[in-house]
């Protein structure tokens, strides 16, 4: 259905949803201050007991701002919304909400191969998502800005990262003791990127 309205409003949402996510991400560490407190243990094991899942907050805050930042970027490319670019960045915000639930679990089982895959499913689900909205928002006249269009860059780096995200969820699932380390495979998206300019840039002289 061709777009007919202003994105403002579908902009004001999404933010508020992402805020609320972040927000859930530090719940449970703070449920960790009364039960060390129950314990009568040190104030330091608040920290030192609990870094898994500290380490595990601070990679999914550091994955959820990214995607809203790039989110944010591509959506001042938007002019108006059309009914598969809603659906797209609703089905985009649950993965958002969602990522707060493996988070804790990663906290809890550590390296778990379930939890594992759980979580790097849902980080894989979020920017195959976030990719879809960057097509939808590329190749639709009446979604994108007529005097400033999404540049292909956008659309090059999320399809990237979640081919990445993809081999490394295989990986994880399959390579005994890899774990969270196949997550390292995003460090290709930068070389890929290039490869593919590069590649495209030769094709067309």
């Not at 956008?154 to 995200?165: D, E, N, S």
């Amino acid at each position: 259905m061709a777009a007919t309205k202003e994105p403002n409003r579908l902009i004001l949402f999404t933010d508020a949803v992402v805020a609320i996510a972040v927000t859930l991400l530090v719940l449970p560490l703070v449920d960790v201050v009364p039960e060390v407190a129950r314990e009568h243990r040190p104030a330091t094991e608040v920290i030192t007991g609990h870094q898994p899942e500290i380490w595990t907050f601070l990679l999914s805050f550091a994955v959820i701002i990214r995607l809203w930042l790039s989110h944010h970027k591509a959506f001042q490319h938007v002019r108006a919304y059309s009914t598969p670019l809603v659906l797209c960045n609703s089905a985009w915000l649950l993965a958002i909400v969602v990522l707060p639930f493996p988070t804790e679990m990663v906290g809890v089982f550590d390296n778990s191969r379930f939890t594992t895959g759980l979580y790097i499913g849902t980080v894989f689900v979020a920017t195959g998502l976030q990719a879809a909205m960057y097509l939808i928002i590329r190749i639709d006249p009446e979604v994108a800005t007529e005097d400033a269009p999404l540049p292909g860059d956008f659309v090059l780096g999320a399809v990237t990262a979640a081919v990445l995200l993809l081999l490394a969820l295989v990986v994880a699932l399959t390579v005994p003791g890899v774990g969270y380390w196949a997550l390292l495979l995003l460090l290709l998206s930068g070389p890929v990127e290039w490869a593919w300019r590069r590649r495209h840039a030769v094709a067309a002289a």
